[in-house]
């Protein structure tokens, strides 16, 4: 069966670097989507991306946070300059046509 | 207010048992997931339901729209079980998936 992808599976960070979190979707689905689980907690809705477009976004994904599709198969999360509050598990999520969401395994970020 | 609650919150149960989870949500969707979160975080898409009742081997997902309620019955529970289960939902067809805060289960042999 197809699967999402994610890259790196755990990323170390300084607080105040760049990190690019990737994710490779499903071929032929349409939607793909950002959410993250801070230890301990519910996971939570970052960002969907639809057509070349953010769909919608949360209130948590703020300027820091960016989205980019930049060759029609790789989904990328970028977070500006982290901070400690970033550390989490981020999943990416792709859809299509009548098929329910398929979730990556997720890329553990620690920021220190 | 939380738009979607589990209980219970967790679970100990003996290998062989019959397993419940419950779930109930306060707003009109389109679908109801089920999902299964193992302690290495991976996420997996158990059922998805708009109606009815399915049936994945020894596990079976139902939902009452009216009553805005779902529940996870989980057969013959064997250790591997052991996991979070989650349910979550979408307001409408490929919105985002509001998720539940889990139910810790823990099948011992």
């Known amino acids: 069966e197809p699967e999402v992808t994610q890259t790196p599976s755990h990323q170390v960070t300084q607080m105040g670097q760049e990190v690019i979190l990737r994710c490779v979707p499903i071929s032929n689905h349409l939607y793909f989507y950002w959410y993250r689980q801070i230890l301990g907690q519910k996971v939570e809705f970052l960002v969907s991306f639809y057509n070349n477009e953010i769909s919608e976004k949360s209130e948590i994904f703020d300027d820091q946070f960016s989205v980019e599709r930049p060759d029609g198969s790789n989904f990328t999360l970028k977070i500006r300059s982290t901070k400690l509050e970033d550390s989490a598990m981020y999943f990416c999520?792709?859809?299509?046509?009548?098929?329910?969401?398929?979730f990556g395994n997720g890329t553990r970020l620690t920021v220190t | 207010k939380n738009e979607v609650e589990q209980s219970p919150q967790n679970l100990t149960a003996q290998e062989g048992e019959f397993i419940t989870i419950n779930c109930s949500y306060s707003?009109?969707?389109?679908?109801l997931h089920w999902l299964q979160q193992h302690p290495g975080g991976g996420i997996v898409s158990l059922f998805m339901?708009?109606?009815g009742k399915k049936k994945h081997g020894r596990l079976i997902a139902t939902i009452n729209i009216q009553e805005k309620h779902s529940s996870l019955h989980i057969t013959a529970s064997h250790p591997r079980d052991s996991a979070v289960y989650i349910c979550?939902?979408?307001?409408?067809?490929?919105?985002?998936?509001?998720f539940g805060p889990g139910t810790s289960l823990s099948v011992i042999p």
């Open positions: 979550a939902f979408e307001k409408t067809s490929y919105d985002k998936v509001i």
């Open positions: 999520a792709s859809s299509g046509t009548g098929i329910p969401p398929h």
């Open positions: 339901l708009s109606s």
């Open positions: 707003v009109g969707i389109s679908a």
